[in-house]
């Protein structure tokens, strides 16, 4: 197995004073209400993501900032409620203000070529405060830009896109569409392909709303142990599994669960390692969060064009006694079902939800939350530079994202980047190791899901 490590890569970028970018051409003056999914608790956040290029030979002349710059005011015109502000009303209901104020804007220059970064195209990446610059007074929810982007040019010719999103606008889903707009029209388009549709009350409540599942992933969870991670002493790595190691993880597995998909297979992995990693009371519950696409899951399917927020945290839970001690069919097992809860039923019960207990926030509390970003389409996102080199979430956080990634070897695979304090992060490349280098088949044929003779 390979593990990255942070890269010791510095340089310093130059950049002019921020600008708002408006809509090229007038937009309507309107109030556009967020669904209830959109503006619970645990979106209300700024997500950052890259997007690296490399010199294209056929574009000299060409000069990325002034293409971009030109292409987003373009795209504002289809998409002019992200070129307004977020306000709340009562019941911390958030409407957004189509002002067409615009979304901030960067133009820097790095003093970096792209091959100085060697390998090191993975989070976290160096310098990341440099490639997108947190304008003071930007990151707020409401009455702030709603997208903030930096486009840095490298020494080589190639650019860095750098984009921060207010999470309750888009989910990745949402924001490729948008960026995909940026990017036909920067190709000569007039008009995106696929026209956004707002339609947020689609996925409003019901009257009178009614929560029909238990929504484990919203339990009030008190940390009276301390087991929410330090932010202090924390690293980070991110590990690469290619085809050798998915294959050896699934010789854990009994023959009848090997065709599980890798998203389940890694989750599952991740999480049993990640559990046994950060030691919490074998009493406790912990629990997986993964983050399901719901779009595919509407019995009348959402608008193609719908960029808003349409997702779950749908949650199993489990002690941690038995999460460290079964073997991984156990931890899969419970991540395919709950992956499998997410219908559209669930998806109204998440708004109703919402809408009886004051929008609440996912429990981050011995939870590993965990989103597969492989089939967003990030990677296809062609400026005329040709497709990135990397493109996805710049760094770990609280969310574990899997992403599409090519190692120096040119072996294609998912790149998974997690932190952890330094202490626990050592235990959990061990274990990982472990799982790849020594599948027991011996016991796995014959075992279910009972605990282990062994201790934790």
């Not at 499998?340 to 929008?359: H, N, Q």
Request: glycine share 6%.
């Amino acid at each position: 197995m390979t593990s990255y490590s942070p890269t010791s890569l510095e340089f310093t970028v130059r950049r002019r004073e921020p600008e708002l970018i408006a809509p090229a051409k007038p937009t309507p003056h309107e109030f556009k209400y967020l669904s209830d999914i959109d503006d619970q608790e645990g979106l209300r956040f700024q997500l950052p993501h890259l997007q690296i290029y490399r010199n294209e030979p056929t574009m000299i002349g060409q000069d990325p900032v002034t293409v971009i710059r030109k292409a987003i005011a373009e795209a504002l015109v289809f998409y002019y409620p992200l070129a307004g502000r977020l306000s709340e009303r009562p019941g911390r209901k958030l409407v957004v203000d189509c002002t067409g104020e615009g979304i901030l804007f960067i133009e820097a220059d790095a003093n970096v070529r792209l091959e100085q970064f060697g390998d090191a195209l993975y989070p976290p990446f160096p310098c990341l405060d440099e490639l997108l610059y947190n304008v003071p007074g930007s990151s707020g929810i409401l009455g702030c830009p709603l997208l903030l982007i930096q486009v840095t040019r490298l020494m080589c010719g190639g650019f860095i896109f750098a984009i921060r999103l207010n999470h309750t606008m888009c989910d990745a889903v949402g924001q490729t569409r948008f960026v995909s707009a940026v990017v036909e029209i920067a190709r000569g388009a007039r008009a995106p392909s696929v026209p956004p549709v707002w339609e947020r009350e689609l996925l409003s409540s019901r009257d009178p709303p009614r929560v029909t599942f238990l929504h484990r992933e919203y339990d009030d969870v008190p940390d009276t142990k301390g087991t929410l991670l330090p932010r202090d002493d924390m690293v980070h790595r991110s590990f690469f599994f290619g085809p050798t190691e998915v294959a050896a993880l699934r010789k854990h597995l009994p023959s009848q669960l090997r065709t599980c998909t890798k998203f389940e297979l890694l989750t599952a992995c991740i999480w049993r390692c990640r559990t046994i990693a950060i030691q919490p009371d074998p009493e406790e519950d912990v629990r997986v969060m993964c983050i399901v696409n719901a779009r595919a899951k509407f019995n009348q399917p959402l608008p193609v064009g719908y960029y808003g927020n349409v997702f779950a945290y749908t949650a199993a839970v489990t002690s941690a006694e038995k999460l460290c001690k079964y073997p991984l069919e156990y931890a899969l097992e419970l991540v395919k079902k709950a992956k499998g809860d997410v219908t559209e039923e669930y998806m109204r019960s998440v708004a109703d939800l919402m809408v009886l207990k004051g929008r609440p926030k996912f429990t981050c509390v011995r939870a590993y939350v965990v989103s597969d970003l492989t089939r967003i389409g990030f990677s296809e996102l062609d400026f005329g530079w040709g497709k990135p080199v990397y493109a996805a979430p710049a760094e770990a956080g609280v969310a574990i994202f899997h992403i599409p990634f090519k190692n120096h070897k040119g072996e294609v695979g998912i790149l998974v980047p997690i932190w952890l304090p330094e202490l626990a992060m050592e235990r959990l490349v061990k274990e990982i190791e472990s799982m790849i280098k020594e599948p027991r088949m011996d016991r796995i044929e014959n075992t279910s899901t009972t605990p282990l003779k062994s201790a934790m």
